[in-house]
């Protein structure tokens, strides 16, 4: 365990149907991350979020929704979903602007959408 | 913009050394870099920031030019634990410092 712990591990699901990522850390960091990864494509990074307030939306569509109810929890809706958004969904914490540390990452959701 | 890493990969023999190269096209204020194995989450190795000092990590090391907006990873004495593929991230100022752009990544294989 890295210390962010991802629920599920991996998640299949239909282009209708709605579903939520889960996102858990306990390092006392005040920045969390949602990033994308692809298969032959950088992590892109989606949201951002600074003592629970969102300040990157990296262009996401809205199909995609974040909440962060408190420094700790992270989540990510997902409702009528394509199948191109079928990737391995990483969660990330670290101090804001940590100038000492990087992030911590969990192990991530893959996500398959049929 | 994202940062272009090169090699895309490299196979070393244990013992052997390799370098792996972080360009970017914008000046960059701070660099990262992380190890993935597969299946398992990218892992933190170090921070470099403009103006410091180079960093290291057991046997890897890095460096942080300025000038040629780059950064690189240095390989030594490479032990198989070091397979993976490692991701540099990058920021183009202190505002952005948590907001991080990363490479397509260079696949390291390290055989016995």
């Known amino acids: 365990e890295t210390g962010v712990t991802q629920t599920p591990r991996h998640l299949v699901m239909g282009m209708t149907n709605k579903k939520s990522l889960k996102c858990e850390q306990h390092?006392?960091?005040?920045?969390m991350y949602w990033y994308k990864q692809s298969a032959k494509k950088p992590l892109e990074l989606m949201f951002v979020y600074n003592f629970k307030e969102q300040t990157e939306n990296n262009s996401v569509p809205s199909r995609f929704s974040p909440e962060c109810p408190n420094s700790s929890h992270l989540f990510l809706h997902l409702h009528t979903l394509q199948p191109e958004d079928s990737a391995l969904y990483l969660c990330?914490?670290?101090?804001?602007?940590?100038?000492?540390?990087?992030?911590?990452f969990g192990s991530g959701t893959r996500l398959t959408v049929v | 913009q994202q940062p272009v890493q090169s090699p895309q990969a490299v196979i070393l023999r244990e013992g052997e050394d390799a370098v792996i190269n972080c360009s970017s096209s914008?000046?960059?204020?701070?660099v990262h870099w992380y190890r993935q194995k597969h299946g398992e989450a990218p892992v933190f190795l170090m921070i470099?920031?403009?103006?410091?000092e180079q960093m290291r990590h057991e046997k890897i090391s890095a460096s942080f030019n300025e000038k040629k907006q780059q950064s690189s990873l240095y390989l030594t004495a490479s032990q198989l634990s070091y397979s993976g593929t490692y991701f540099c991230?990058?920021?183009?100022?202190?505002?952005?410092?948590?907001?991080?752009?990363f490479g397509g990544g260079t696949r390291v294989l390290v055989k016995p």
């Open positions: 470099l920031l403009k103006g410091g």
């Open positions: 390092l006392g960091h005040n920045a």
């Open positions: 990330a914490s670290s101090q804001y602007q940590g100038q000492n540390g990087g992030y911590t």
């Open positions: 914008k000046a960059l204020y701070s």
């Open positions: 991230g990058t920021a183009p100022d202190k505002a952005a410092g948590n907001k991080l752009t």
